[in-house]
């Protein structure tokens, strides 16, 4: 006897692998087809067939990537755009004028710099916090008439890991609403809804691609209704909507993306626990290593490993630019979630008024082998 598949339970890595696809019941094809039309027909009513109409506002291939991210956040809809800053954008830009909006003081560098511009014009009222300090969110919130709240788990690029739990608690105690960043932890190891959020956000740039040759966004929101159609007109008004090849490309590296975050999360621990005890480096910054100041949260909250990313500090007085700049195997390079791996001088990155330590270094740990990982970092740092 055949099995459906829908009468088994099946995992969400198995979903992930398939696509939620299977076959082509036509073409018997195994692989979606892609969908690259800027606008759609009318049928002979004059009514648009399945309510396609126009690329701006999205198309068949984009909708299935997007029926796949919901299955992996367990959300009631995702949105897809054409970069994560599009999708965080457009979602501040859905708020009222005025509306106050609180994020952490360190956190991923555009989302920050963005909210940072819109506050200085008058758009929205900001308010900061400290992330790594669990009491810091309350107190903010106690100042009153908070709209939204903006948080990173793990944050860039610290990887102080956030309580979604009790950060969805605290919003929701003065009415605001939650939204979690959760592109380093990937919905492989984080459920930022079943947690609580009512919004959760990725760079599917980063691990949900991880081949580093797209740009793209998602949220997914715990809840439908009014709200969530607005986003999904102003994506349409601003044109951010992420276009059907790369929308392909995403539903590709979907089926790869519990393996590659397994692999990466192994080589990360791997490198962290190697480079702890290491003269030459002062901290190791990894939510999986019990000396991490989040590693009880992170232990409780990401399910199936920590990810690929950590930071080392270099001791006070080495160059870290230099060591950044003396790998062989490590890509000198930005972003992050890729199978390649990347390493990066962040204070270089972010300009001279980052608070972030001179002496840090930012990797992305990509699947290749780990002893031929950590082989490079230490040829890089005999170099000091
Ligand atoms: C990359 C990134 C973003 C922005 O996404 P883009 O796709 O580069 O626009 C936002 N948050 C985090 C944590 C990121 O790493």
Known sequence: MSRK?????????????????????????????????????????????????????GGPTVEHAEVVLADLDGAAGSLLFGSGMAAAVALFESLPVGAHVVAPNVMYHGVLTWLHRQAARGILRLTTFDAADPSALPRVLAGGDVALVWTETPINPNWDVVDIAASAKAAHAVGAKLVVD?????????QALALGADMVFHSATKYLNGHSDITGGVLSTAKTGAEWDELRKI???????????????????????????????????????????????????????????????AARQMLHGFGGMLSLLAHSGADARHIARSTQLFLPATSLGGVESLIEHRKAVEGPHSIVPDTLLRLSVGIEDADDLIA???QALEHL
């Open 5 to 57: 598949p829908s009468q088994l339970q099946l995992s969400p890595a198995t979903r992930a692998a398939q696509a939620l696809h299977r076959i082509n019941e036509i073409t018997g094809a195994v692989v979606p087809d892609i969908a690259l039309a800027s606008t759609f027909a009318r049928d002979a009513e004059y009514n648009p067939r399945q309510s396609y109409i126009y690329a701006r506002d």
């Open 376 to 378: 490079d970092l230490e």
């Open 235 to 297: 994506r349409t008004l601003m044109g951010s909507v992420m276009a059907g090849f790369e929308a392909w490309l995403l539903i590709r590296g979907m089926r790869t993306l519990f393996v590659r975050f397994e692999r990466a999360s192994a080589n990360a621990l791997r490198i962290a626990r190697y480079f702890e005890a290491h003269p030459k480096i002062t901290a190791v910054l990894y939510p999986g290593l019990p000396s991490h100041p989040g590693h009880a949260i």
């Open 182 to 190: 959760c592109t380093a932890a990937s919905p492989c190891t984080t």
